[in-house]
């Protein structure tokens, strides 16, 4: 596919290119992913300027978003990209392999130091939503610390870097300047911006900003960073669709297809009636999702892919709301479940509601709720709930080209008070989830394009059994 860069995109690549040092505060769905690798297409093959690139990201966003990106467009076909991933002895095996773009995830960076201590070989590192190091206590940013000096090119790569406030900036920005702009030490950047706030006799609890603290901020670091509120002065397109891809574990991958030879071959594909033909696509995108619902009505889980995929965008949306879509009962219970433990433990707890009628109308669109768990034929047509925010997921895809359109305006519709709304797809790779992509892609008839795709699979299944 040819890549059509933005006015923004193309600024971003430039910048990245230029400056030693930049960090992208662009919010999913603007093409971060590909802004980078085009940057890094042109330093190595065009300036000789990097050697060896490493990403650091979210486990799934390592897994499947950076060797996908780089597929899928034409300028950036010849470039490497491996993912180190699994055991050490897998992760040392796919740093030994050639390539120009090394990914690996935020939980083996620590590892990934130790490993190459003093011989770091890599002279670009790219920090994939680097609200991950904005603790600087945390082992993982001492670790990044440890080896800044050796790095030629640092990249930070996040939608909102200070999700709890100015204070999350220091961490991320230092990884930038060692510290030039915003202070050397974290209590020097306090002192500089901020008073107590909630404390005790002998213990400071939070700090809130001086007044005009904030445009201080933003103006020290505009020079390295693309602001904040980027799309306040960039031209962004109003819609903003945004496709993630989910790789499933060898476990599930294994079990998915099982599941769906043994199911395809039941059928012959010359028979297939409009009523089969919605049980096997149903069946199909249940495990996708994670679960499917047995012979006897008792839901079996079969992976956690898509639902750790689904938390990690919602770290990189750091508190805005959104609105989800589920495909069946048991994604929502599941969904609910995985919330319900990542709220453990945590002071900034996301509010979860399910919509079950006005009420729920109501408290999405006064900013009571941070997730609004909605299926989409309950509440695709004449409910307003563009007031509650400006993100869609689908997390379970649907078929129907309708149901889709009419889903994404709920939010993308007039009296919105935000100019953009970004609409997040979930798609698990080489499985049903793409059929159900290219079908909203090309707004196909529902009927046609699922009896189509069926018997594609069912031709494919008998050949790799031939």
């Known amino acids: ?43 190595k093959y065009f300036r000789w300027q990097v050697a ?18 780089a597929a899928k467009w034409d300028h950036l076909q010849h470039l490497r990209v491996v993912t180190v991933l699994g055991s050490a002895s897998r992760r040392i095996k796919a740093l030994n392999t050639p390539a120009d773009v090394y990914v690996i995830n935020r939980e083996n960076f620590e590892w990934l130091v130790d490993y190459y201590q003093q011989a770091w070989p890599f002279d670009m590192v790219v920090f994939d939503e680097s609200t991950s190091f904005k603790n600087s206590q945390s082992k993982r940013w001492k670790a990044a610390k440890r080896i800044r000096r050796f790095i030629k090119k640092v990249v930070l790569l996040t939608g909102t870097p200070s999700s709890k406030g100015l204070i999350d900036l ?29 404390r005790s006799r002998t213990q400071i609890f939070s ?7 904030e445009s201080a901020v933003l103006g020290a670091i505009s020079d390295i960073c693309i602001s904040m509120k980027a799309e306040d002065y960039l031209q962004l397109p ?46 199909l995108l249940q495990f996708c999702n994670g679960a499917v619902y047995g012979n006897d009505g008792k839901v079996v889980p079969v992976h956690d892919c898509k639902l750790e995929a689904y938390t990690e965008l919602l770290e990189q949306l750091n508190g805005e709301h959104c609105l989800t879509f589920y495909g069946y009962q048991h994604d929502k219970d599941r969904i609910l479940e995985r919330l319900e433990k990542y709220n453990r433990g945590r002071a900034d707890k996301l509010r979860v509601r399910v919509y079950k009628g ?11 709720v941070d997730v609004l768990l909605v299926h989409p034929a309950s509440c695709a047509y004449g409910l307003n709930l563009q007031a509650g925010g400006r993100h869609v997921v689908w997390y379970g895809l649907n078929w129907s080209f309708e149901l889709n359109d009419q889903g994404n305006c709920r939010l993308y519709r007039q009296g919105s008070p935000y100019e953009k709304v970004f609409v997040h797809y979930l798609i698990v790779q080489g499985c049903e989830d793409e059929d159900v992509m290219a079908t909203i892609r090309d707004r196909a008839d529902t009927h046609e394009a699922v009896m189509r795709a ?8 008998k050949e790799s059994v031939a």
């Not at 496709?243 to 010359?270: G, H, S």
């Open 52 to 69: 060896k690139v490493l990403v650091v990201a979210p486990k799934k966003v390592a897994e499947a978003t950076w060797s996908k990106e």
């Open 207 to 213: 700090y809130k900003a001086k007044d005009g603290a």
């Open 170 to 198: 220091w961490a991320q920005v230092y990884l930038l300047d060692g510290g030039a702009r915003l202070g050397p030490t974290l209590s020097a950047y306090r002192e500089r911006y901020f008073d107590p706030d909630q």
């Open 454 to 461: 069926l018997k594609a699979r069912i031709r494919k299944v």
């Open 238 to 283: 109003d819609f903003i669709q945004h496709e993630i891809p989910v790789m499933l574990d060898p476990k599930a991958k294994k079990a998915y297809d099982q599941f769906e030879r043994d199911l395809l071959l039941e059928v012959d594909e010359d028979i297939i009636t409009a009523g089969t033909a919605g049980v096997l696509v149903g069946k």
């Open 358 to 368: 006005v009420e729920d109308e109501d408290a999405w669109n006064a900013g009571e």
């Open 1 to 43: 596919m040819q890549y059509i860069p933005h006015d923004y995109q193309a600024y971003c690549i430039q910048r990245v290119v230029e400056d030693p040092t930049v960090g992208l505060f662009l919010r999913p769905g603007l093409g971060k992913t590909v802004i980078t690798l085009s940057a890094v297409n042109i330093l």
